[in-house]
């Protein structure tokens, strides 16, 4: 199977491309430039993709990785802004020309992975609220829009993985963690990606505008 | 002096908190006491001038004022303005915000960049330029108009409903950051509403949306200006989003 990961430079896309990799799948990569660079243009790129007459059937848009709200806003919030607003029109532009790709075809599954910004509580890991929550609305209108093309999208809500932070900045969390388990255990990365991977191999996929937690205790997905 | 400050406060839900903290002014309760009310329009003018004189009329300190936030030389601007001004804004209600309902997938990325600009960007840069006059006027409050689009989805307002929970994220990230300043940040997130925004739209627009509510009908502006309201005075309520949907049952 044909696959394409937007952003594909974290750990938790490394650990799902090797996956996919080991189970046989093509798997194209596609990096969010950095802030100073050109804007990636997601039109161009399917279409000249759907050129060779091939269509993508998962999509995976990873905004876990590359940008941490809760820093930048705290040590430039105008730089932040900037930042803030290419990450959200390249989420909807992703969503947008991916869709249309997959709706000509014979559709397809995009699947939009966010962190959970709740734990960043606790530990350094990344914390993207205004990204998570604008993703989430949009998965949401989306799937409504898309589904009678047989293209199907979903937004896994995913725990930081173990690999976040390293093992004495858990364990000096573990206190705070109560609220997810009393006993909170971090997945690894290689973990949480069974899921994903599982669900994209679905023969027959049920579910879309969903939003879907992934990792050990609550994580929050509804308000 | 200290303002309050209400974008888009002249036509529909906006116009319904500004008369609402109006009464609040001529009660004289403490955290809208002495203050001036500041409402913004972005194009028109003459409805803006007519509400200030309706304002006037009733004794209300108050001032229009033109601000567009989809351009950042008008929120700067308008920023400069204030500062100027004002010794401190008690209250930042963020109401304004457009819409461009229509399919997704055929949208012109322009009108998609436009919304974003506007709704999300434009609103969070107004707020963080205004922060060190907000944080001069504690306790003060900073409420966001999200929307239940932006909870729910909507098909046909991809873009909208992202700038809504765009900004749904934000007063989480913004009360995070804020800590215990004495800064109260909230959104409220209005289902259908009777304004010009959705008069226009055809009843199979709505009706659906509406009979799967509790209430099947829709809101009037006050409803959302009455929770408004409950957010402007010190508490327990911090960094959440209220609905004022007519009960959506999802």
Redesign the interface.
């Given at each position: 199977m044909l696959y394409l990961i937007v952003n594909g430079g974290g750990v938790i896309s490394k650990s799902l491309i090797d996956q996919l990799e080991k189970a046989s799948h093509e798997v194209h990569t596609l990096r969010l430039p950095n802030v100073d660079d050109s804007a990636l243009d997601f039109?161009s790129y399917f279409e000249t993709f759907a050129k060779s007459g091939r269509c993508y059937k998962n999509i995976f848009i990873d905004l876990t990785h590359g940008f941490n709200?809760?820093n930048v806003?705290?040590n430039d919030?105008?730089k932040a802004?900037f930042e803030?607003?290419r990450r959200?029109?390249e989420m909807?532009?992703a969503?947008?020309y991916g869709?249309?790709h997959m709706?000509r075809s014979d559709g397809g599954r995009i699947w939009v992975l966010c962190l959970d910004?709740s734990v960043s509580?606790s530990i350094g890991s990344a914390?993207?609220?205004?990204?998570?929550?604008?993703?989430?609305?949009?998965?949401?209108?989306?799937?409504?829009?898309?589904m009678h093309f047989d293209v199907m999208v979903n937004l896994f809500l995913i725990h930081p993985p173990r690999e976040e932070a390293d093992s004495a900045e858990w364990r000096k969390a573990k206190n705070n963690l109560h609220p997810y388990g009393l006993k909170y255990k971090p997945q690894s990365a290689a973990h949480l990606c069974e899921t994903l991977h599982l669900y994209s191999e679905l023969k027959n996929l049920t579910t879309t505008?969903a939003l879907i937690p992934l990792g050990s205790g609550i994580a929050i997905a509804n308000? | 002096m200290k303002a309050v400050i209400i974008t888009g406060g002249t036509r529909g839900i906006g116009r319904a908190i500004a008369d609402a903290i109006a009464d609040k002014m001529l009660a004289k309760e403490p955290e809208v006491d002495g203050v001036r009310l500041v409402v913004t329009y972005r194009s028109q003018a003459v409805h803006a001038k007519a509400f200030l004189a309706a304002l006037h009329a009733r004794g209300v300190a108050a001032e229009a004022l033109s601000l567009d936030l989809s351009s950042i030389s008008s929120v700067e601007s308008f920023v400069c303005y204030v500062r100027k001004s004002f010794s401190g804004i008690r209250a930042l209600i963020n109401n304004a915000g457009s819409t461009d309902d229509g399919?997704?997938?055929t949208?012109a990325?322009d009108a998609?960049?436009r919304l974003?600009?506007t709704n999300?960007?434009g609103t969070?840069?107004l707020t963080?330029l205004l922060l060190p006059l907000i944080k001069d006027a504690t306790p003060a409050f900073i409420v966001f108009m999200a929307s239940a689009?932006?909870?729910?989805?909507?098909?046909?307002?991809?873009?909208y409903?992202?700038?809504?929970?765009?900004l749904?994220?934000?007063t989480?990230?913004l009360a995070?950051?804020l800590k215990k300043q004495g800064i109260f940040v909230n959104a409220v997130?209005p289902g259908f509403i009777a304004t010009d925004m959705v008069a226009n739209l055809a009843p199979m627009m709505f009706e659906p949306t509406l009979n799967s509510t509790s209430l099947g009908s829709m809101g009037e502006p006050v409803d959302v200006a009455h929770v408004v309201c409950g957010l402007l005075k010190p508490g327990y309520v911090q960094a959440?989003?209220i609905?004022v949907d007519g009960g959506f049952l999802r």
């Open positions: 039109k709200e809760i806003f705290n919030a105008l802004i803030l607003e959200i029109k909807l532009s969503l947008k869709a249309q709706a910004h509580m914390s993207n609220p205004v990204t998570n929550y604008a993703a989430m609305a949009a998965v949401q209108c989306v799937a409504k829009e898309v505008g308000i | 399919s997704f997938l949208k990325d998609i960049d974003v600009g999300l960007i969070i840069r963080e689009a932006g909870i729910y989805g909507k098909a046909g307002q991809v873009p409903a992202t700038t809504k929970g765009g749904i994220g934000y989480q990230l995070r950051r997130a959440t989003t609905k």
